[in-house]
């Protein structure tokens, strides 16, 4: 089977498009210096985009950010909306500064970081997203945020 310049221009057109599909469109959300407790500007997102919201973290501390679904299970004040199923969580990750290591490349205890939530957004309507950030042998928080996620097809 021979292939022509059509066909071999065809396939490069569809492997393009499989690429292009593939790429995510995604939106950061720096809460790192932001010191209130709610995000009062709603973040606009489209169905299928992903939103990433990085809040300023030290787990060396024991101190670490959760996702909570509901005002009651934060238990903090909220835009008084419980959340939709517009949001879909893919997974959170934490990351240190990057300038809290040693020359010799060892780290410094006790250097704060990120902690850094994924969503995918996965149909049109509005969440508020609430976060707490505690120790976990702690019932109390010590500080909370949450954010009002708008979507649209």
Known sequence: MTLNKKSI????????????????DTKILD???FGLERYETPIDVIVGQH????????PTTGY?????????ACD?????????HTLKFIGSSTSR??????????????VGGSHTFEFEVVEAGQSDLHFINKRSWEVNAVESKSVRIISVQ
């Open 9 to 24: 221009l065809l396939i490069v057109i569809a492997l393009s498009c499989v690429i292009q599909a593939e790429k995510v």
């Open 31 to 33: 809460l790192t210096t």
């Open 51 to 58: 939103l990433q919201i990085i809040l300023q973290e030290n």
């Open 64 to 72: 670490e950010w959760e996702q909570c679904n509901t005002q009651a």
């Open 76 to 84: 903090i004040l909220t835009f008084g909306q419980e959340p939709q």
């Open 97 to 110: 500064k990057s300038q809290s290591s040693n020359q010799d490349g060892s780290v410094f205890v006790g």
